[in-house]
């Protein structure tokens, strides 16, 4: 296929990147799937809409992010320059609530009145029921029940925040039976309930709204490095779950040929073991949750469960616009074990004094990867995701010491 | 629009009850639900008990639109090892013993992507499928398997719900062949019922815009609901309460009791006599 002239055109009309994306949902949620399409359409033309999201990010979400230039990693990794963008810094802690604030203003917008979601650890969650809890609304999250026994801390959170946590005990009981059950809730519930979903994935618009209102990161990276260092980074690097905290640093820069990027998916236990969440390298084209993308499953079409020590890479897709990314190679996709992550943990954390969440620390170990082969003034910025103090049980027990 | 001769199977079914001055009853299992035996030996046997078409549930690992009772059902029928191709082969063996009831697949578009369209629509048509319920294959995706399906003479077999207004029912009726089926209730299978007169009232809307049957499903469990729906629309459908009457008898190991089948064929025959006296006296 000949390179588009743009990588930032997508979604075309029937919301599809390529031959992936699109709205495979049941006939009860179309008409709801287009009154959303429409409504965002309507907020992304209205300045009053920008001016609003503008508003909470700054005074509620803490933005813009830092972007720290890490020198003792630098030079431990002795190679590029590494800044850190800090979303670990927002308000609860990771990139989520950049997508939540968008979302449930315009759920206010719509006159909804009730919003639902899933988790898997539970990061979207506690974002979600955090603006619920700002803005007076009812919020019921998905959680599968696997899920919410190795993330307690934020079961706890989002529960404090007001928010009716349901177990979810269908199919394998993780993140992918989250989005099934919160996706019967909408079918059941059509007049009064706006769906935040937490990543770039589901039918359109989803896709393409949460990268909107992502792409906040990757737009402040452009203006913080012209500050920093007078010109664009040479590489981004982010973890990708579902792939939102990537989308919003990479597409900005989609459309500048210098700029490399590289996404790293969870190894798990390593490719080759099979207990991997990693779609696009470990996995087939496929349907699931509103979008055709990459997905782990069998040679029969059933989706196989995702492995990785972190939550919240833990799932067996990936959003549909990185699916076209890595057929048209514009971005690279990589793949980084449990093991590497934990030390990647360990460095930022003692060079940095920065507890990364283990999500952000695939992130960090692919940056020390590439980093040792680049030249000294490649700016390298890795997407610090979010904090780590959800997770310092999970590393305790991975490293045999009591927390 | 017509789908060539394997609608017929349903044109003619269809025919049949109309002359006969009664409405069908369409029941629901999945394939290989709880193993590939004993759901064999249903579906052989649900015929004579009363069901004038077969709905053949595609197990699927991620079924969105299915509450707990088809979802488990699924579950079973993976475990026991039950694929795309399996089913297909099933369908198959039925139909040479049984050419005239209508067999609906239902299912979810993942599994028949993997397996191949073209490649699944060949294996399909030989074996002996009427048509094609796709619950997440809405008419904005109609080239990918609608079309091609028409084009070989399957139906695609729409769902209308209650969420499909006036300015959208066009749409969805445009390419739909064999018969429509209203979602009585926005929401999942197996939970809440309808009222009656919603039904009534969503099936008049209906037949002013399209001259197919109109069947009716979701939250139909007993006969008398089955008999309700009968008096206004051209078929009941059919499926948890009969997929509950399958785990109902299955023992601590989750197989199948030897009471099963004929528990399950019960149930059929008292929704099938609600439904054939919903007209008379
Ligand atoms: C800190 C953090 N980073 C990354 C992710 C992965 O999601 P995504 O790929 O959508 O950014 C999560 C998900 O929970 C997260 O909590």
Same mark, same amino acid.
């Given at each position: ?363 960090? @170990?692919?940056? @020390? ?35 | ?75 079973? @029928? ?117 009222? @009656? ?85």
């Amino acid at each position: 296929m000949a390179s588009p002239n743009t990588y930032r055109g997508g979604p075309d009309e029937r919301g599809r990147f390529g031959a992936y994306g699109g709205r495979y949902v049941a006939e009860t949620l179309m008409p709801l799937v287009l009154e959303l399409e429409r409504a965002y359409a309507a907020a992304k033309a209205d300045p009053g809409f920008a001016a609003e999201l503008g508003y909470y990010l700054e005074n509620y979400v803490g933005r813009p992010s830092p972007l720290f230039f890490a020198e003792r990693l630098t030079r431990q990794f002795g190679g590029a320059k590494i800044y850190l963008k800090r979303e670990d810094l927002n308000h609860t802690g990771a990139h989520k609530i950049n997508n939540t604030m968008g979302q449930i203003l315009l759920a206010r917008r719509m006159g909804k009145r009730r919003i639902i979601a899933e988790t898997g650890a539970g990061q979207h969650g506690v974002a979600t029921a955090t603006v619920c809890a700002l803005f007076d609304m009812p919020c019921v999250v998905y959680m599968g029940a696997t899920d919410i026994e190795r993330q307690k801390p934020n079961v706890f959170r989002m529960k404090l925040l007001g928010a009716e946590v349901r177990p979810v005990t269908s199919g394998t009981a993780t993140l992918k039976d989250a989005l099934n059950e919160a996706l019967r809730d909408w079918v059941a519930n059509v007049e009064d309930t706006f769906y935040i979903i937490g990543t770039v994935a589901g039918p359109h618009p989803y896709p393409a709204m949460v990268r909107d209102f992502q792409c906040v990161i990757g737009e402040e990276v452009r203006r913080q490095m012209r500050q920093a260092e007078g010109r664009l980074p040479d590489t981004l690097v982010a973890c990708i779950g579902g792939g939102s905290n990537a989308m919003g640093l990479f597409h900005p820069f989609l459309d500048e040929p210098s700029v490399r990027m590289v996404g790293v998916e969870a190894a798990g236990l390593g490719l080759e073991t099979g207990k991997h969440a990693a779609s696009l390298t470990g996995g087939s084209p496929g349907v699931l949750h509103g979008n055709k993308t990459y997905l782990l499953q069998t040679e029969d079409g059933q989706i196989v469960d995702a492995h990785s020590i972190s939550a919240g890479l833990d799932y067996p897709g990936i959003g549909p616009e990185h699916a076209w990314l890595f057929d048209q190679k514009r971005v690279e996709y990589v793949a980084v074990t449990d093991r590497a992550a934990l030390e990647a943990f360990r460095l930022c954390t003692r060079l940095e004094g920065i507890i990364p969440a283990l999500e952000s620390a695939h992130a960090l @170990a692919h940056a @020390a990867e590439l980093a040792p082969r680049l030249p000294k003034d490649n700016l390298l910025v890795v997407n610090l995701s979010g904090r780590g103090d959800k997770d310092i049980d999970t590393v305790a027990k991975a490293l045999g010491v009591a927390p | 629009m017509s789908a060539g001769d394997a609608a017929d199977r349903i044109e003619r079914r269809f025919a049949e009850l109309k002359s006969a001055g009664r409405a069908g009853l369409v029941a629901y299992l999945t394939c290989g639900d709880p193993d590939a035996a004993t759901f064999e030996r249903l579906l052989a046997a649900l015929p004579a008990a009363g069901a004038d078409l077969v709905e053949v549930g595609m197990p699927f690992s991620d079924p969105m639109a299915d509450g707990p009772s088809i979802q488990a059902a699924g579950l079973r @029928a993976l475990r026991s090892g039950m694929t795309l191709a399996r089913t297909l082969d099933i369908v198959g063996r039925f139909r040479a013993r049984d050419a005239a009831t209508p067999i609906v697949l239902m299912g979810y578009y993942n599994p028949i992507f993997r397996y191949g369209v073209a490649r699944f629509l060949d294996a399909a048509k030989k074996a002996g499928v009427d048509g094609l319920i796709i619950v997440d294959l809405p008419p904005e995706h109609d080239d990918e398997l609608c079309l091609p399906a028409l084009a070989k003479g399957l139906a695609f077999i729409r769902l209308a719900t209650p969420t499909t207004d006036d300015r959208r029912l066009p749409a969805v009726l445009k390419h739909t062949a064999g018969f429509i089926y209203y979602v009585a209730i926005a929401g999942i299978t197996g939970t809440k019922a309808a009222d @009656a007169g919603s039904v009534t009232q969503a099936v008049a809307r209906l037949r002013r815009q399209s001259r197919l049957p109109v069947a009716v499903g979701f939250g139909i469990r007993t006969p008398e609901q089955a008999a309700a729906v009968a008096r206004v629309a051209d078929a009941a459908v059919v499926g948890s309460a009969l997929v509950d009457e399958v785990s109902a008898h299955l023992d601590g190991a989750g197989t199948a009791r030897p009471d099963l089948v004929d528990a399950v064929l019960r149930r059929v025959r008292a929704l099938a006599e609600g439904v054939r006296g919903a007209r008379r006296g």
